[in-house]
C-alpha cells in the first residue's frame, strides 16, 4: 500500500466522519477534504474538476431558481391545501399522499426536480399543522429513490447505465416499474409504524388547514399563468432531452433565464432562492470521490467481486447488488455508478442478459436511501429543512434511512433472483 493511499484514505475516513459526527457543517467538511485530495497530491485538479458533475449542479441551480419564483404565486399553498383537503387533514394520509405524487413525478421527471418543487409544498402544510417536516421530508427522500428507480430518467445512475448498456426507457420501465411499485406500497404501509408518534397534529389546526381558501392562496394570477407554461416547457425539454441535444442543465437554466426575464426577477432576487450550501457540498463530494477513485479503492473491490465469485453470474449479480447499495450510500450514487460501469461492462461479457446492469441499477437507487448523502435528492430535502430552521443529521437520517434500504434490498435480492438468475 502507497503513501499516496494511506493519505487518500485517511482524507476520506476523516472527511465522512466530520459529516457523519457534525463537528463542522457538512459543506465545510466536504469542500475541505477535497481540497485536501488535490493539495495533497491525491488527485490533480484537472482530475478532481473533471469529476464535478456540473450537469447536477447546474440542473440543480436552474430549478431551484424556477421553484422560487414560482413560490411567490402562492400555488405551492394551492397544492397543499388541495392535499390537505384529499387526506382528509390526517397526518398519515398527508404523508402517503405525498409520497405518492414524489414517487410517480420521480419517475416522470427525475428524483432531484421532483424534491426541488415538493419540498416547498410540505413545507408549508408541515407549518400549518404546527408539526415538524421531518416525517414528511424524510418519506418524501424514500419515495423519490424508490419511485426514479423505475425510470430511465427518473435517477441520475439509471441516465449513465441506460446510456453505457444501451438500455432504453421501455427497458427500464418493464424491468424496474414492478420492483418500485412493490417497494413503494410496502414501505407506505410500514411507514406509519416507522414514524410512530411523529405523526400526530392539534385537531384544532387541522380544522383551519381544511378551513382554508386554496383560491385564495394565489397571490399572483399573472405570474402563476407565466410560470406554468415556462415550467411545462422545461418538463417536456427533460423528457427529450436526448432528442434535443441538449442536457437537462441547460434546459433547466434556460427555464430559469425565460422566467426571470419574463417575471422581471432581478438576478440578485432569483439567486437568494440558490441552495448555495448544498451545492457547494456537491462540489466538494465530486472532489473528495475523485480522490477515492484514483487511489484504486473501488476498483480494488470490484477486482474483489470476480476474485471472489469467479465470475459466476448468481453470485455475481447477487454481490454486485449489495456492494453497490452499500457503496451508494458511503460516497454518493452518482459518482460511484460512473466509476462502476466499465467494471459492469466487463464482467457482462457473455453474459444470458442484462442481469448485472439492473442489479447494479437497484444497488445505487435504493443504496441512496441509507445516508443522507447518498442521492442528490437527500441532500436538496435535507438543505430545505436546514433552512427552514428544522436541520436533519446525519445520525438522525441515518435511524430511518438505513432499514428502509435493508428492508428494501431484502426485496429486491428476491426480485433480482427470480426475475434474471432462475
Given at each position: 500500500?502507497?503513501?499516496?493511499?494511506?493519505?487518500?484514505?485517511?482524507?476520506?475516513?476523516?472527511?465522512?466522519?466530520?459529516?457523519?459526527?457534525?463537528?463542522?457543517?457538512?459543506?465545510?467538511?466536504?469542500?475541505?477534504?477535497?481540497?485536501?485530495?488535490?493539495?495533497?497530491?491525491?488527485?490533480?485538479?484537472?482530475q478532481a474538476f473533471e469529476e464535478i458533475d456540473f450537469n447536477v449542479i447546474f440542473l440543480l441551480a436552474g430549478m431551484m431558481i424556477l421553484a422560487g419564483i414560482i413560490r411567490k404565486t402562492g400555488v405551492f399553498g394551492w397544492i397543499a391545501v388541495r392535499a390537505a383537503r384529499?387526506?382528509?387533514?390526517?397526518?398519515?394520509?398527508?404523508?402517503?399522499?405525498?409520497?405518492?405524487?414524489?414517487?410517480?413525478?420521480?419517475?416522470?421527471?427525475?428524483?432531484?426536480?421532483?424534491?426541488?418543487?415538493?419540498?416547498?409544498i410540505t413545507i408549508f402544510l408541515a407549518a400549518r399543522l404546527g408539526m415538524n417536516p421531518f416525517p414528511f421530508l424524510m418519506s418524501e427522500i424514500l419515495a423519490s429513490n424508490i419511485g426514479g428507480a423505475s425510470t430511465l430518467i427518473g435517477d441520475p445512475p439509471n441516465i449513465?447505465?441506460?446510456?453505457?448498456?444501451?438500455?432504453?426507457?421501455?427497458?427500464?420501465?418493464?424491468?424496474?416499474?414492478?420492483?418500485?411499485?412493490?417497494?413503494?406500497?410496502?414501505?407506505?404501509?410500514?411507514?406509519?409504524?416507522?414514524?410512530?408518534?411523529?405523526?400526530?397534529?392539534?385537531?384544532?389546526?387541522?380544522?383551519?388547514?381544511?378551513?382554508?381558501?386554496?383560491?385564495?392562496?394565489?397571490?399572483?394570477?399573472?405570474?402563476?399563468?407565466?410560470?406554468?407554461?415556462?415550467?411545462?416547457?422545461?418538463?417536456?425539454?427533460?423528457?427529450?432531452?436526448?432528442?434535443?441535444?441538449?442536457?437537462?442543465?441547460?434546459?433547466?437554466?434556460?427555464?430559469?433565464?425565460?422566467?426571470?426575464?419574463?417575471?422581471?426577477?432581478?438576478?440578485?432576487?432569483?439567486?437568494?432562492?440558490?441552495?448555495?450550501?448544498?451545492?457547494?457540498?456537491?462540489?466538494?463530494?465530486?472532489?473528495?470521490?475523485?480522490?477515492?477513485?484514483?487511489?484504486?479503492?473501488?476498483?480494488?473491490?470490484?477486482?474483489?467481486?470476480?476474485?471472489?465469485?469467479?465470475?459466476?453470474?448468481?453470485?455475481?449479480?447477487?454481490?454486485?447488488?449489495?456492494?453497490?447499495?452499500?457503496?451508494?450510500?458511503?460516497?454518493?450514487?452518482?459518482?460511484?455508478?460512473?466509476t462502476m460501469i466499465p467494471v459492469v461492462t466487463q464482467l457482462a461479457e457473455g453474459q444470458p442478459n442484462d442481469g448485472l446492469w439492473w442489479a447494479l441499477a437497484i444497488g445505487a437507487d435504493l443504496g441512496g436511501n441509507a445516508t443522507i448523502i447518498g442521492a442528490s435528492a437527500?441532500?436538496?430535502?435535507?438543505?430545505?429543512?436546514?433552512?427552514?430552521?428544522?436541520?436533519?443529521?446525519?445520525?438522525?437520517?441515518?435511524?430511518?434511512?438505513?432499514?428502509?434500504?435493508?428492508?428494501?434490498?431484502?426485496?429486491?435480492?428476491?426480485?433480482?433472483?427470480?426475475?434474471?438468475?432462475?
Amino acid at each position: 500500500m502507497t503513501i499516496e493511499v494511506v493519505v487518500g484514505l485517511a482524507i476520506f475516513g476523516v472527511t465522512y466522519l466530520l459529516i457523519a459526527t457534525e463537528r463542522i457543517h457538512k459543506t465545510l467538511a466536504a469542500m475541505a477534504g477535497g481540497i485536501a485530495m488535490v493539495l495533497l497530491g491525491i488527485v490533480s485538479q484537472e482530475q478532481a474538476f473533471e469529476e464535478i458533475d456540473f450537469n447536477v449542479i447546474f440542473l440543480l441551480a436552474g430549478m431551484m431558481i424556477l421553484a422560487g419564483i414560482i413560490r411567490k404565486t402562492g400555488v405551492f399553498g394551492w397544492i397543499a391545501v388541495r392535499a390537505a383537503r384529499f387526506a382528509s387533514g390526517e397526518p398519515y394520509r398527508i404523508l402517503v399522499v405525498l409520497s405518492v405524487i414524489t414517487a410517480v413525478a420521480s419517475a416522470l421527471l427525475d428524483n432531484v426536480t421532483t424534491v426541488v418543487l415538493v419540498g416547498p409544498i410540505t413545507i408549508f402544510l408541515a407549518a400549518r399543522l404546527g408539526m415538524n417536516p421531518f416525517p414528511f421530508l424524510m418519506s418524501e427522500i424514500l419515495a423519490s429513490n424508490i419511485g426514479g428507480a423505475s425510470t430511465l430518467i427518473g435517477d441520475p445512475p439509471n441516465i449513465l447505465i441506460g446510456s453505457a448498456a444501451g438500455l432504453d426507457f421501455g427497458a427500464f420501465l418493464v424491468n424496474m416499474a414492478p420492483l418500485s411499485a412493490i417497494l413503494l406500497v410496502v414501505y407506505l404501509l410500514a411507514a406509519r409504524w416507522l414514524f410512530r408518534g411523529q405523526l400526530e397534529a392539534d385537531p384544532a389546526l387541522r380544522e383551519s388547514l381544511l378551513e382554508l381558501d386554496e383560491s385564495e392562496m394565489i397571490t399572483n394570477p399573472g405570474l402563476l399563468r407565466v410560470a406554468l407554461i415556462v415550467l411545462g416547457l422545461t418538463l417536456v425539454g427533460f423528457l427529450f432531452h436526448g432528442v434535443l441535444h441538449l442536457e437537462p442543465a441547460t434546459i433547466a437554466l434556460a427555464g430559469a433565464v425565460v422566467l426571470m426575464l419574463l417575471a422581471r426577477e432581478s438576478p440578485d432576487e432569483a439567486l437568494r432562492e440558490v441552495e448555495w450550501p448544498t451545492l457547494f457540498f456537491f462540489i466538494g463530494l465530486f472532489m473528495l470521490v475523485a480522490g477515492v477513485i484514483e487511489i484504486g479503492l473501488i476498483d480494488a473491490v470490484a477486482d474483489a467481486i470476480f476474485e471472489l465469485t469467479g465470475g459466476a453470474l448468481a453470485a455475481t449479480s447477487i454481490l454486485l447488488l449489495w456492494m453497490s447499495a452499500i457503496l451508494s450510500g458511503i460516497v454518493d450514487n452518482i459518482p460511484y455508478t460512473a466509476t462502476m460501469i466499465p467494471v459492469v461492462t466487463q464482467l457482462a461479457e457473455g453474459q444470458p442478459n442484462d442481469g448485472l446492469w439492473w442489479a447494479l441499477a437497484i444497488g445505487a437507487d435504493l443504496g441512496g436511501n441509507a445516508t443522507i448523502i447518498g442521492a442528490s435528492a437527500n441532500v436538496i430535502l435535507a438543505g430545505m429543512a436546514e433552512r427552514e430552521g428544522h436541520p436533519i443529521s446525519f445520525v438522525r437520517f441515518l435511524k430511518y434511512g438505513l432499514p428502509v434500504t435493508l428492508g428494501t434490498m431484502v426485496i429486491a435480492t428476491g426480485y433480482v433472483w427470480l426475475r434474471y438468475l432462475l
